[in-house]
């Protein structure tokens, strides 16, 4: 149950009407945040689990701003209101957050564990070096989860996270995993994932979500608003990817990472005008609208050793006509100024290119 900062009602009944087939078709796993919708989504989730809920497992997040004690119980106690539950069975760290210490976060977690108000901790979009400082700053526990994306385009989560996951006995949950409708990031490659799923009677998403979890690790939670997507969805568990096929797919899919310049790629805002960003360096440094991490904080993981995962950038030929610069940035704002801020605008910056879809 992903979504927007804020609340939008419009689609109440479908997302409702997509649970509650999930559900019925045996997925029982549901993510939320407490950010998604203003806190509607979990709300929606609450509905959705009346009379169930002992049959359904229920995942939401703590944002980044809320980590401290205090704080991150208050929260809590707002998204078991919202859930109208006295548990969740997963409580994740959406973002990590630099001012406050880990070793207090998850010290205020280890006691929710304690009070029965969460059953298993979990961290979202953290590098390796901050997964590391959270587990060894839990003392009666284990971490039960990374929440990264993962999908057939950007597969940077094979490099380290999700073996170390596997090392670990920890869950990967894979947002994002059919790439936003474009599963693997161009037509030519699409195509021919989906001349293979005709030979499983399934649609290329389903495979894709097939191949990404054919392991016993990793664990994808798409969005589906449509019934025929959530059906799509509940058939990827049944399928069996042939050893030949699930090779053929990894060599089609892998996206190597291109660097490029910083001159070389424009920022401009995302389409639908929904998010914020920042268009200059000055705007990024003084990180005016607060994200959490800041680009300032990231560009200093890049500097103390950490790789960050790419940036998403499309070839602007034909796209626009205002900028001389041959790439436009698409995704991944916040890395894309940390990593100008740690080469001080003078290296160049790994990005995934993304063809016509």
């Avoid at 019925?24 to 989730?45: C, I, R």
């Avoid at 078991?80 to 998850?106: F, G, I």
């Avoid at 400082?133 to 990264?148: H, I, M």
């Avoid at 899919?253 to 960003?277: F, L, M, S, W």
């Amino acid at each position: 149950m992903g979504g927007t900062d804020t609340p939008d009602y419009s689609f109440d009944k479908v997302a409702l009407s997509a649970l509650q087939l999930s559900f019925s078709l045996g997925m029982t796993f549901v993510d939320t945040a407490a950010l998604y919708g203003g806190g509607h989504s979990e709300e929606l989730v609450g509905q959705a689990i009346a009379g169930k809920r002992d049959e359904i497992f229920v995942a939401t997040k703590v944002a980044p701003e809320n980590l401290a004690p205090d704080d991150l119980r208050q929260s809590l106690d707002g998204s078991l209101q919202r859930l109208r539950t006295d548990y969740v069975d997963l409580y994740q760290v959406h973002w990590s957050n630099p001012a406050v210490p880990l070793e207090e976060t998850m010290g205020a977690l280890e006691a929710l564990v304690d009070e029965g108000k969460i059953r298993h901790i979990g961290v979202c979009n953290f590098s390796m070096a901050e997964l590391k400082e959270a587990q060894a700053a839990l003392r009666r526990t284990r971490l039960f989860s990374l929440q990264s994306e993962y999908n057939l385009f950007d597969r940077f989560a094979e490099t380290a996270l999700i073996p170390y996951c596997r090392d670990n006995g920890m869950v990967f949950l894979a947002y994002s995993p059919l790439d936003q409708g474009s599963i693997c990031g161009d037509r030519q490659r699409r195509a021919r994932l989906a001349e293979m799923a005709a030979k499983y009677e399934c649609s290329e998403a389903t495979l894709a979500l097939a191949w990404l979890t054919a392991g016993d690790q990793v664990t994808a939670i798409p969005k589906a608003g449509k019934s025929h997507h959530v059906r799509e969805n509940a058939l990827a568990a049944s399928i069996d990817i042939t050893s030949d096929d699930y090779a053929e797919i990894d060599v089609l899919c892998q996206a190597a990472p291109v660097e490029i310049p910083v001159d070389d790629i424009r920022v401009v805002p995302p389409d639908n005008g929904a998010r914020k960003v920042y268009s200059t360096l000055e705007e990024a440094l003084q990180n005016e609208h607060g994200f959490v991490p800041s680009p300032a904080t990231l560009a200093g993981q890049i500097s103390g050793g950490e790789f960050l995962k790419p940036v998403r950038v499309r070839k602007s030929e034909g796209i626009s006509r205002k900028t001389d610069a041959p790439y436009e940035l698409l995704e991944g704002r916040i890395r894309y100024w940390a990593w100008v801020i740690a080469g001080e605008g003078e290296k160049p910056i790994p990005c995934l290119i993304r063809g016509g879809n």
